[in-house]
């Protein structure tokens, strides 16, 4: 390796190796050697492949790397040679050569302990005055400020920030709770058209019938129940700004072919008139259904679904990148602590929880968490126990190699023992909490379906797991 790579790779402070394709080190920085306690030279004589075997990490990202040949992003607890444990977010990129075929992998490693150190060291420093109430009025994310710290999301904001300078229309994809409404601001905001309205509507929010007066307004008089003035429609009101169509899945196919000819022509003809309106405004939609199978379906009109996805969006789940997990956390935290004027921290714990759930309702979800932390924690600082119990099991699935499980166990399980017994929380620690279910959980499954394999399968980690846990809790296969 070059001299001068290998100098610049040892002055950071994170722990970087490279692996080559059979998985061996080829390269570690003095940061991993200071870390992991091994010599570099003890270091670069290991395989990667061969590491959770021997219980240095509890899990092989590089295996997953080199069967996918994308790049990986996972929480990962290593055993360094004195024996402590401790718990990092590896991110693995591989490096291809000509042919497509892996050549190296790079892994970089940062400790989550770090993380949250840094973070209340700036809390107690005063640093972080963020934190503190202020007399302002609590706002939703700032006029062009997305919390963006993952490499997808800056990648899709930087597309986004070229794009909105076109006229084109946007369809912006994702799960429930991504934050496509969050985009399609930000879209607006960039754009030439944002002096100018931004013109909102869920087409789920309304039945057909309100829904088409309040797309395209009406003449006075045109139904029962229509203003004596009529009303302009948003079609008409985003003239020379921007109209956002949120969940446009939920459109009516009636309602699809008239959007579809205000797009071709421009023109808007209100309910109840015979005259045409000029409007000039730039579409952004937003969807977390699949339109093209809704278009298979005959669900959705092809036509009109070509006209929307002449810029397709994608928002990755908040699972896909985790790196955004904390400066939302953190981010959602400052706005809480002013809105209800408090000041509050998290515990290592909680941070190390929040990175290992898997957060189905994304960030909305997220931030509904951070919430109800601020409003019911009793201290300045969130502990575990502040977690509802409910909540804290589900955290605890991914935490213990669990997250692809068949949920009917669970079921089984807390109806099985008292439930309580399974969350002493005021009496027990963390690691004693998440031991005590990892061992509840195998009992039950193993008694239920009597084989390593069978519990394995169901459970969806390895045999070789199981039967190490087996041993571990001297649990019996019958």
């Known amino acids: 390796m070059d001299i001068l790579l290998?100098?610049?790779l040892d002055s950071m402070d994170d722990p970087i190796y490279i692996l080559n394709r059979d998985a061996d080190f080829i390269f570690v920085n003095k940061a991993l050697v200071e870390m992991s306690g091994y010599s570099r030279n003890e270091l670069l004589a290991f395989n990667a492949l061969e590491l959770e075997k021997k219980g240095t990490i509890d899990r092989s990202v590089t295996r997953t790397v080199l069967k996918t040949k994308q790049k990986i992003i996972a929480c990962q607890h290593v055993t360094k040679k004195n024996k402590v444990v401790n718990k990092f977010m590896i991110t693995q990129t591989p490096i291809f050569e000509a042919?497509?075929?892996i050549k190296y992998l790079i892994g970089v490693l940062k400790n989550v302990s770090d993380i949250n150190e840094h973070y209340r060291e700036a809390v107690i420093k005063n640093e972080v005055t963020v934190f503190q109430h202020k007399d302002e009025d609590t706002t939703e994310l700032a006029f062009n400020n997305i919390?963006?710290?993952s490499t997808d999301m800056k990648k899709l904001l930087e597309s986004v920030s070229k794009l909105?300078?076109?006229?084109t229309s946007i369809l912006i994809l994702g799960e429930s709770g991504t934050g496509k409404e969050v985009i399609a601001n930000y879209i607006h905001n960039v754009s030439p058209r944002s002096e100018k309205n931004l013109v909102k509507i869920n087409c789920a929010s309304l039945p057909e019938t309100l829904l088409e007066a309040e797309l395209f307004g009406y003449e006075k008089g045109s139904f029962t129940g229509a203003l004596e003035t009529g009303k302009a429609g948003l079609v008409e009101t985003a003239h020379n700004g921007t109209l956002f169509l949120d969940e446009i899945d939920s459109l009516p196919l009636l309602l699809q072919g008239k959007l579809l000819r205000v797009l071709e022509t421009k023109m808007i003809k209100k309910i109840g008139s015979v005259k045409e309106i000029h409007s000039d405004f730039r579409l952004i939609t937003a969807t977390n259904a699949d339109l093209d199978e809704l278009v298979k379906k005959r669900q959705f009109r092809q036509d009109l679904y070509f006209r929307l996805n002449v810029v397709p969006i994608k928002i990755p789940s908040l699972r896909e990148r985790p790196y955004d997990i904390i400066p939302l956390a953190i981010h959602f935290l400052k706005d809480y602590c002013r809105k209800y004027n408090k000041t509050k921290y998290f515990?290592?714990?909680v941070f190390d929880i929040m990175?290992?759930?898997d957060w189905p309702g994304n960030v909305r979800?997220?931030?509904n968490f951070i919430e109800r932390m601020v409003v019911m924690s009793s201290t300045s600082v969130i502990e575990l126990q502040d977690i509802p119990k409910g909540i804290l099991m589900d955290f605890s699935l991914k935490e213990n190699d669990f997250s692809l499980v068949n949920r009917n166990i669970f079921h089984d399980l807390i109806t099985d023992k008292d439930y309580n017994s399974l969350f002493d929380l005021e009496h027990k620690t963390y690691?004693?909490?998440?031991e005590e279910y990892e061992e509840e959980l195998i009992k039950h499954a193993m008694k239920k379906y009597k084989t390593t394999y069978k519990a394995a399968e169901i459970l969806g980690v390895n045999q070789s797991t199981i039967a190490r846990k087996t041993r571990k809790y001297d649990i019996n296969n019958a």
């Open 164 to 167: 909105a300078s076109y006229d």
């Open 431 to 434: 690691k004693e909490l998440m």
């Open 6 to 8: 290998e100098d610049v």
């Open 99 to 101: 042919d497509g075929e």
């Open 347 to 349: 515990s290592k714990n």
């Open 355 to 357: 990175l290992n759930y």
């Open 147 to 149: 919390i963006a710290e």
């Open 365 to 367: 979800e997220l931030k």
